[in-house]
């Protein structure tokens, strides 16, 4: 629907169920499937459809996200728009196949070499994979840039019953192509916009597009005085449009003295674990973000001003807390609360958390 | 020579990417300069072009030239090429990388390209060493040959580029020198009109780190080392193993039919569609 039409990867639990989708539906609708060697192969194809003009994805699961690093990297620096989703499931390495997790956040935002800005999404219903899958899309056209949708094994594998929008109701973005004639196109053009036009290859302008860092025109340079825009560039684009990336829920927020701030399937055991509480009288509430990365911190900070204390769950060792506490400078105090053992942070273990940091 | 000068000024770009990053006397030049009369005599459109390459002495190559270019990662060329030829089945594309790129570190790649048969043209330039990063030993760098990260000699036996495309799928492998442009330039052009994935394992002389760690210091010397060594895959059949052994032999060595993969995608979409309209 949100107008994908090339996929390739590399089958990995519990992310597989994605790939044979894909294998069965895009043929249909003229697009391509192809299974790959590995997940680095994968991510190159991808890439390269997309540099031929289609909308391309994959989808993998911690090990393989690690080994797509190289090309995430690649995309950023190039400017190609691509998506990939990454069901977390237990790590370290080999970790826990098939059992949640939350651990790739960081990895998510930081994974590929060299300093780049990135989008991450994090769903935490069937129906918001759904919506963030199109806003994923959309996002990385516009932008040109790879979006990753980061979702952990509970969420990729929950059945629940979905109204979707009527097909004319969902915005679908396309990526925007020169309006001048090739003897024109200057093809890392920053002078109107930091986005710059994008044809695809056999459309009759031909460019260069390359990893190294290179000069509006996409040619390898060293000259810092070019260099220096193109990074500033890169990162324009997401920070001046940082206005565009808050998405979250705000649950029993109004008068909170505890709210908690969680994303993914967690979001749900809180917001589980704030009903019960509130059954028994405690002011609690609930931030479910639906953008990791870039991090929401001027919503995050209204949310730490109003507050007395927040309690940050994730299934992990403690990651996007990191980032609340940087956020928060003393505003108010951080309660953490963190599980890496393969199983679901549950409502009671919230709930409990919850009674016990209540003031 | 005039003929060449107007090739140049059709293919080459002119904007500011000149001079160009390799060493003087250095095999890449002459490569590219075959491919370039390959393309012009085939009759493609350059809007057809894909050109893609890897990192390394070759990774630069499509910079310099007007197509539709791609400099990727080290060894996934492959990989790009694959996204471009099934998203666009009418585009013609073309990899080029070296021996370390398709081998070593692309190795997987290149052998499950070859298997699935996808029509790109690889072209594989062994120059027998890591050029760009000073000279170390690679897939096909002779054994007990001392390199700049082998002092004590190297101890690995080295890959058949051709052997290796030959036994993974490839429906058209050829060899050639440097040394042997006319050859170079004609075995392009008939892996240029294969409709599968076929490889052009290009030997080639890097005179800076290889030509020295083999006591051939000059580029003509590398070059007429090549004349010297090549025989013509013809003669070679003539030849008894031990002296094959020695020799470098070129020409045209695999070319079979065999679906090709975007072919094959093709014709499952053709399919599925219809099925899916009787729904």
Not at chain 1, 325 to 346: F, H, Y
Not at chain 2, 93 to 120: E, L, Y
Request: hydrophobic content about 40%; glycine content about 8%.
């Amino acid at each position: 629907m949100a107008g994908c039409r090339f996929y390739a990867g590399y089958p990995i639990t519990p992310a597989t169920e994605i790939m044979e989708q894909m294998s069965r539906q895009l043929p249909k609708v003229g697009g391509v499937f192809i299974q790959m060697e590995d997940e680095i192969a994968s991510l190159g194809a991808v890439i390269g459809a997309s540099l031929a003009g289609l909308k391309s994805m994959t989808a993998t699961s911690g090990p393989g996200f690690s080994l797509m690093q190289e090309h995430i990297s690649f995309a950023c620096m190039a400017e190609v728009p691509c998506v990939i989703v990454d069901v977390m499931r237990g790590g370290p390495s080999t970790g826990l196949p098939t059992q949640p997790s939350q651990g790739d956040v960081m990895q998510a935002r930081w994974g590929a070499h060299g300093d780049h800005p990135i989008i991450v999404l994090c769903p935490s219903s069937t129906y918001e994979f759904f919506d963030l899958t199109i806003k994923a899309f959309n996002l990385s056209e516009r932008y040109r840039i790879p979006v990753i949708l980061l979702a952990d094994e509970v969420v990729a594998h929950m059945r629940e019953s979905v109204t979707l929008p009527p097909k004319e109701k969902i915005v679908i973005e396309e990526r925007r192509k020169p309006s001048v004639p090739p003897e024109w196109y200057i093809p890392y053009d920053d002078r109107q916009t930091d986005v710059p036009a994008m044809p695809a290859f056999g459309e009759g302008y031909r460019y260069h597009v390359t990893g190294l860092a290179h000069d509006i025109r996409g040619y390898p340079t060293t000259r810092n005085d070019e260099v220096g825009p193109l990074i500033d560039r890169l990162f324009n684009k997401i920070s001046k449009n940082f206005h565009l990336l808050q998405w979250f829920d705000s649950y029993e927020t109004e008068d909170s003295i505890v709210t908690i701030i969680a994303y993914g399937s967690v979001a749900r055991s809180a917001l589980h674990a704030v009903k019960e509480a509130r059954k028994k009288g405690l002011k609690v509430g609930l931030v479910k973000l639906k953008v990791l990365w870039p991090f929401m911190r001027h919503t995050v900070m209204t949310f730490l001003e109003s507050s007395a204390k927040v309690l940050v769950p994730e299934m992990n060792m403690g990651q996007l807390s990191r980032e609340v506490k940087r956020v928060n400078q003393g505003r108010c105090e951080i309660v953490t609360l963190n599980k890496a053992d393969g199983t679901m942070l549950s409502p009671k273990e919230i709930l409990r958390s919850l009674e016990d940091i209540y003031p | 020579m005039k003929e060449h000068e107007h090739l140049i000024y059709k293919y080459l770009r002119s904007s500011k990417k000149f001079p160009h990053i390799w060493c003087p006397g250095c095999g890449i030049g002459i490569l590219l300069g075959a491919l370039i009369r390959a393309i012009d005599s085939g009759g493609y459109s350059k809007d057809d072009i894909v050109l893609i390459s890897g990192i390394g002495c070759s990774g630069r190559l499509p910079t310099y030239v007007d197509f539709n270019t791609l400099h990727t990662t080290h060894g996934r060329a492959l990989t790009f090429a694959t996204g471009i030829k099934l998203a666009n089945p009418s585009l013609k594309v073309i990899a080029v990388m070296g021996d370390g790129d398709a081998t070593a570190i692309g190795g997987n790649h290149f052998i499950h390209t070859a298997r699935r048969n996808v029509g790109i043209t690889s072209i594989v330039i062994n120059n027998n060493t890591y050029g760009m990063t000073g000279g170390q030993f690679s897939p096909t760098t002779p054994f007990g040959l001392k390199t700049s990260s082998s002092p004590y000699g190297n101890l690995e036996s080295t890959f058949d580029i051709c052997g290796l495309a030959r036994e993974a799928g490839a429906t058209f492998v050829a060899r050639s020198t440097v040394y042997h442009a006319r050859l170079l330039e004609e075995i392009i052009g008939l892996a240029l009109n294969k409709e599968g994935f076929s490889v052009v394992e290009v030997i080639s002389n890097c005179t800076t780190y290889f030509g020295r760690e083999i006591g051939l210091a000059s580029p003509v010397e590398m070059l007429k080392w090549q004349r010297d060594n090549a025989v013509l895959v013809e003669k070679a059949k003539d030849l008894r193993d031990e002296e094959l052994k020695q020799k470098i032999v070129i020409g045209v060595l695999v070319d079979r039919k065999a679906p090709a993969y975007h072919e094959l995608y093709k014709k499952l979409i053709a399919k599925c569609r219809l099925e899916n309209d009787e729904i």
